[in-house]
T-cell receptor, first 108, second 116 residues
Framework: GIQVEQSPPDLILQEGANSTLRCNFSDSVNNLQWFHQNPWGQLINLFYIPSGTKQNGRLSATTVATERYSLLYISSSQTTDSGVYFCAAVPTAYQLIWGAGTKLIIKP | GAVVSQHPSRVICKSGTSVKIECRSLDFQATTMFWYRQFPKKSLMLMATSNEGSKATYEQGVEKDKFLINHASLTLSTLTVTSAHPEDSSFYIC????????????FGPGTRLTVL
């Protein structure tokens, strides 16, 4: 089955810094999603991005489907950005193949 | 937006008892809901897919008789952990697919179950 790998596993930054999180997937997929799980456990949909680039405020994501990777950019980090960022590949309808996540800590 | 709620958010029970967790889609009808389990510092593990009006589809290795799923209406799915044991302690998360929208799932806030 499809393997999804995320890097780095942990990231500690000062408030205001920028960061790039990476997601590699081993096979073609219908879709690629990014989620943020806040410290209380709530999962928030960030991007639904099978290919190309999308931006939402300080966050943007780029998926290069032909090279099987996706990047999540966070600019001007805030403490509220802390949590775990997951990417999930969608090989078929409804099925999510999760990466192990990147734990991000933003220090004030 | 698509809002999914879960109740309770946190539950502590004694070993041998049963616990029911509710998952509701608040602003849309969900023909399909999903139940996940998350271990500490791990990713989500799909337990089962719940379809309104039919039996749930369980993932390999998930005990059907232990984790009872009912999807009686288009806005409610329930997960009952029967005869709970300490090893069932975990964070349980439900999600729902919004019909007609992108092929994505919207997640509830999760339920932390602790079995003593």
């Amino acid at each position: 089955g499809i393997q999804v790998e995320q890097s780095p596993p942990d990231l500690i930054l000062q408030e205001g810094a920028n960061s790039t999180l990476r997601c590699n997937f081993s096979d073609s997929v219908n879709n690629l999603q990014w989620f943020h799980q806040n410290p209380w456990g709530q999962l928030i949909n960030l991007f639904y991005i099978p290919s190309g680039t999308k931006q939402n405020g300080r966050l943007s994501a780029t998926t290069v489907a032909t090279e099987r990777y996706s990047l999540l950019y966070i600019s001007s980090s805030q403490t509220t950005d802390s949590g775990v960022y997951f990417c999930a590949a969608v090989p078929t309808a409804y099925q999510l193949i999760w990466g192990a996540g990147t734990k991000l800590i933003i220090k004030p | 937006g698509a809002v999914v709620s879960q109740h309770p958010s946190r539950v502590i029970c004694k070993s041998g008892t049963s616990v029911k967790i509710e998952c509701r889609s608040l602003d849309f009808q969900a023909t399909t809901m999903f139940w996940y389990r998350q271990f500490p510092k791990k990713s989500l593990m799909l337990m089962a897919t719940s379809n309104e009006g039919s039996k749930a589809t369980y993932e390999q290795g998930v005990e059907k008789d232990k984790f009872l799923i009912n999807h009686a209406s288009l806005t409610l799915s329930t997960l009952t952990v029967t005869s709970a044991h300490p090893e069932d302690s975990s964070f349980y998360i439900c999600s729902a697919k919004r019909p007609g929208g992108p092929d994505t799932q919207y997640f509830g806030p999760g339920t932390r179950l602790t079995v003593l």
